[in-house]
T-cell receptor, first 110, second 111 residues
Framework: KNQVEQSPQSLIILEGKNCTLQ??????????LRWYKQDTGRGPVSLTI?????NTKSNGRYTATLDADTKQSSLHITASQLSDSASYIC?????????FGTGTRLQVFP | EAQVTQNPRYLITVTGKKLTVTCSQN?????MSWYRQDPGLGLRQIYY???????DKGDVPEGYKVSRKEKRNFPLILESPSPNQTSLYFC??????????FGPGTRLTVL
């Protein structure tokens, strides 16, 4: 069954701290893996897209990693800011469709 | 500015009253899709379109219709809305397998 599982479901950190979000998938055939940031009540915004051959990709303070052998990805946020408070969604693309995770809700407190 | 627009942004209606949510993109993307988002379930695809006059069902198409007469527009039609269609709806567009751009969302409440 094609699934994308994210952990933790929710996370609270203090401003300035780092954090890592996890994504495990069982999607096949694999095309690419995407991380999106979604602010409450707004549309998701793309952070990174990684293909099978890419191990890591950065977008500012966001760094995504991909291990295609173990079918795991992580999103690392460095020096968190209050504006990082959002849901982070892992999406795995097959050739024919996107499979969405249910997201990790991150709250950054001052 | 490259964007996906949706209208209306908020809508409260009653059971059985037909409604249309419009979606338009200005990036000349071939691929467009509709999603609904419910608490704890994540985004679920309703319908998608690979190009003009080409549409296909997603994971949860029951109770919805779409059309793709022009490349830029992809309206979502609810012929007879029911309370279980109360949700947050997103339209998205992309070219081939590239980054998807999402609209701002439409919050629909069916009483």
């Amino acid at each position: 069954k094609n699934q994308v599982e994210q952990s933790p479901q929710s996370l609270i950190i203090l401003e300035g701290k780092n954090c890592t979000l996890q994504c495990n998938y069982t999607v096949s055939p694999f095309s690419n893996l995407r991380w999106y940031k979604q602010d409450t009540g707004r549309g998701p915004v793309s952070l990174t897209i990684m293909t099978f051959s890419e191990n890591t990709k950065s977008n500012g303070r966001y760094t995504a990693t991909l291990d295609a052998d173990t079918k795991q990805s992580s999103l690392h946020i460095t020096a968190s800011q209050l504006s990082d408070s959002a849901s982070y969604i892992c999406v795995v693309s097959r050739v024919d469709k996107l499979i969405f995770g249910t997201g990790t809700r991150l709250q950054v407190f001052p | 500015e490259a964007q996906v627009t949706q209208n209306p942004r908020y809508l409260i209606t009653v059971t059985g009253k037909k409604l249309t949510v419009t979606c338009s993109q200005n990036m000349n993307h071939e691929y467009m899709s509709w999603y609904r988002q419910d608490p704890g379930l994540g985004l679920r695809q309703i319908y998608y379109s690979m190009n003009v006059e080409v549409t296909d069902k997603g994971d949860v198409p029951e109770g919805y219709k779409v059309s793709r007469k022009e490349k830029r527009n992809f309206p979502l039609i609810l012929e007879s809305p029911s309370p279980n269609q109360t949700s947050l709806y997103f339209c998205a567009s992309s070219s081939a397998y590239n980054e998807q751009f999402f609209g701002p969302g439409t919050r629909l409440t069916v009483l």
